[in-house]
């Protein structure tokens, strides 16, 4: 496509539920990042992928969170048992390959809110 | 790690006039800058970057700085416009791994 997609852009869940959100990266990409972006605040890093290797999950908040990577192409970040300071906007990146050094292209992000 | 601080949080200008924003970093080993708009219920959107082997970069209205010596770069936007207005992010890296993100600084063009 021509851009990253995301899935759903918008969702209301209640508190103690699991969530998905996808991911689609811009083809080719084989580089991707989820950030978090909490109301009014800068981008928390959350994991990153690259190709074939393990993920970075360094970023990952609680053990609630994980995420993969089928095929090298879509991603997928599942929130278990959703607490309200979930709430926020879940945004992913690609990039084409690090080695040469680009940068990341965003997604609309999907929107989490935990009611 | 990187730790990447931003300033202002806000910035009010009047149409025509020009807006400065100013980052800091940490790591010594960050070799690349982008900045990011982001327009309201939108993602971050690439604007400008520049890399550590090149002291300043202009894209029409757009020009950012980097001083390596003292670990700062600056967004500077000339004859500024409304559509101008959004919130700005500058980030840091070393590797391309991780992106660490400024606060944002909130934008506005006052026609």
């Known amino acids: 496509g021509a851009g990253v997609s995301q899935s759903p852009s918008n969702k209301v869940t209640e508190k103690g539920k699991d969530v998905e959100l996808r991911c689609d990266p811009i083809?080719?990409?084989?580089?991707l990042y989820w950030y978090r972006q909490s109301l009014g605040q800068g981008l928390e890093f959350l994991i990153y992928?690259?190709?074939?290797?393990?993920?970075?999950k360094s970023g990952l908040p609680s053990d609630r969170f994980s995420a993969e990577r089928t095929g090298g192409s879509v991603s997928t970040l599942t929130i278990q048992r959703t607490q309200q300071e979930d709430s926020a906007v879940y945004l992913c990146?690609?990039?084409?390959?690090?080695?040469?050094?680009?940068?990341?292209?965003f997604g609309e992000g999907s929107w989490l809110t935990v009611v | 790690g990187e730790n990447v601080e931003q300033h202002p949080s806000t910035l009010s200008v009047q149409e025509g006039d020009s807006a400065v924003i100013k980052c800091t970093y940490s790591?010594?080993?960050?070799?690349?800058f982008p900045w990011y708009k982001q327009e309201l219920g939108k993602g971050p959107q690439l604007i400008i970057d520049?890399?550590?082997?090149?002291g300043e970069k202009k894209d029409q209205r757009i020009a950012v700085t980097l001083n390596k010596t003292a670990k700062h770069f600056s967004l500077h936007i000339t004859e500024t416009q409304p559509e101008d207005s959004a919130v700005y992010f500058c980030?840091?890296?070393?590797?391309?791994?991780?992106?660490?993100f400024g606060s944002g600084t909130k934008l506005n063009v006052k026609p």
């Open positions: 990146a690609s990039s084409p390959d690090r080695p040469s050094g680009n940068t990341i292209y």
């Open positions: 083809s080719g990409h084989t580089a």
């Open positions: 992928f690259q190709g074939n290797s393990a993920p970075d």
């Open positions: 790591d010594s080993a960050s070799n690349y």
């Open positions: 520049i890399r550590s082997n090149v």
């Open positions: 980030a840091a890296t070393y590797n391309f791994n991780k992106f660490y």
